[in-house]
């Protein structure tokens, strides 16, 4: 994923570098919890737009905050200045690239409950991580998000370390056991949630049956009450130039570690069996075309664009018509 390339992110990369972070911290990217310092602190009033928090002071966590912690401990660092411009961006991205963002309306949202969440979702594209921002800022609000990525892969994609993201060595035993034991530290508190893609590999939405890797099986042991939320992503083509990015979240299911009886491979199975169904139904909703069975969070661009619907617009105009850019009525 050329995160990189994005003209934003090269320019916040920059500064970044230059900048060294006097306190690290790891607040949430899904809500909107007191800002502190972070490598972006320096430089963000000639950044951020006021809409996202320009020339606001960083205020210090409490003691007791998980974040609250020296480089190098056990929670990944999320800064939230960082994370409001970069989300901010994520929205503008991808209304440029889509024609909408799409929430199935029988979603089963996590909004009431108190427990550590686990979200984890099929990996069906590269624009995954920039979707699973924009819907947990929307629909995890006042929680912290953590993600796992491939550790070679967040080396070449440095900005994601300050946004909640951290690194794991696939198909290593290290590598198991640095997940486990970060998870285990993000899932001690109620308001932390971690961001799964156990597939680890982009993946058909049709494929079947759903192949996980084993870490998640290994999760509703490592103690405490869990919620695990499945949720599905599709991006096709209905009536206009650009496609819509369709979500569904299913069904949440709660899990306590002292009752737990199945071994890791069952729960790693149990859970891809509730994604399946949960992309099934998505897939269902996705062939029927009825807007009204999603709420739309994101509204892009529509129509041909350019010269052509300049003269379209010219040409309604001239008849006293309303110009209506768009190809159908979703």
């Not at 209905?238 to 069904?251: A, H, N, T």
Request: proline letters at 7%.
């Amino acid at each position: 994923m050329k995160i990189e390339s994005l003209p934003l992110v090269q320019t916040v990369s920059a500064r970044i570098e230059e900048t060294e972070p006097q306190r690290i911290v790891a607040i949430s990217f899904a809500g909107r919890s007191a800002d502190a310092d972070c490598p972006l602190a320096a430089t963000r009033a000639g950044v951020l737009p006021r809409s996202i928090g320009q020339g606001r002071e960083a205020e210090q966590l409490r003691p007791d905050t998980p974040g609250n912690h020296k480089r190098g401990g056990d929670l990944p660092v999320i800064c939230q200045p960082l994370r409001r411009l970069f989300t901010w961006y994520a929205r503008r991205y991808l209304r440029r690239h889509f024609h909408s963002l799409r929430v199935a309306r029988a979603s089963v949202l996590p909004v009431k409950t108190d427990q550590p969440l686990v979200v984890y979702s099929n990996h069906a594209s590269w624009w995954d991580p920039l979707v699973a921002l924009v819907l947990a800022e929307e629909f995890l609000p006042g929680r912290h998000v953590f993600a796992p990525m491939d550790a070679g892969a967040l080396d070449g994609y440095g900005f994601f370390k300050h946004l909640g993201v951290f690194g794991v060595e696939q198909g290593t035993r290290r590598g198991a056991g640095k997940f486990l034991h970060t998870a285990r530290m993000i899932l001690r508190k109620p308001k932390n949630a971690i961001w799964l893609t156990p597939q680890s590999r982009f993946a058909d939405v049709r494929e079947r049956p759903i192949s996980f890797k084993a870490g998640i099986g290994h999760l509703p042991k490592q103690g405490g009450q869990l919620c695990f939320v499945p949720v599905a992503v599709e991006y096709v083509f209905w009536e206009e130039r650009l496609p819509e990015i369709l979500v569904r979240f299913g069904k949440p299911y709660e899990t306590c570690a002292e009752k737990m009886q199945l071994a890791p491979q069952g729960w790693t199975e149990f859970f891809a069996g509730r994604l399946a169904d949960t992309q099934n139904a998505l897939a269902a909703e996705a062939c029927h075309r009825q807007p009204e069975r999603f709420h739309c969070l994101l509204r892009g661009q529509t129509g041909v664009g350019g010269t052509y619907d300049r003269w379209r617009a010219v040409k309604a105009k001239w008849r006293g018509e309303l110009f209506q850019p768009q190809h159908g009525k979703l």
